[in-house]
């Protein structure tokens, strides 16, 4: 039971991953970059509107980008549906491994870029997979 209920967990939180991984690599398109236009303009305080999106070379790393976390959204989901129901806790540390990674990188890369709050924002990322892959309770029954 525990396990399938962290499995879920672990889909829903890789469900997200990859939907704004969709969203940001929809981006590159400028017919759909609000989102992330105000995303950014939002991080990249003061909310003016100066933050547009329009330069071909960013609209290209929006595309990169979204394309990577897609990409890592699905390998995480498919973790989450193969690895995680063998073996719970390589899953938890091949996927927490990735997440801190992920967190130091992007958020230092985020506060060097003076877009300090994206830092905050991914902390809420952080929270979704510390609590998609906690540990089980004590008083869990096994699978």
């Not at 991984?21 to 950014?40: F, S």
């Amino acid at each position: 039971m525990e396990n399938a209920r962290t499995q879920s967990w672990a889909k829903a939180a890789s469900a997200v991953v990859i939907g704004v991984g969709l969203v940001l690599a929809a981006a590159a398109w400028p017919p759909l970059a609000a989102p992330v236009a105000l995303l950014t303009d939002l991080v990249i305080w003061p909310l003016d509107g100066m933050q547009t999106l329009a330069a071909p070379e960013t609209r290209m790393f929006a595309a990169i980008a979204g394309g990577v976390m897609v990409g890592w959204g699905v390998t995480l989901w498919t973790m989450a549906a193969h690895v995680l129901p063998a073996d719970l806790p390589a899953a938890r540390s091949i996927a927490l491994s990735g997440i801190y990674t992920w967190f130091v990188v992007d958020s230092l890369g985020s506060i060097a870029a003076g877009a300090s709050l994206n830092g905050v924002i991914n902390i809420g990322f952080v929270v979704l997979f510390l609590y998609a892959f906690r540990q089980p309770s004590a008083t869990a029954v096994p699978d």
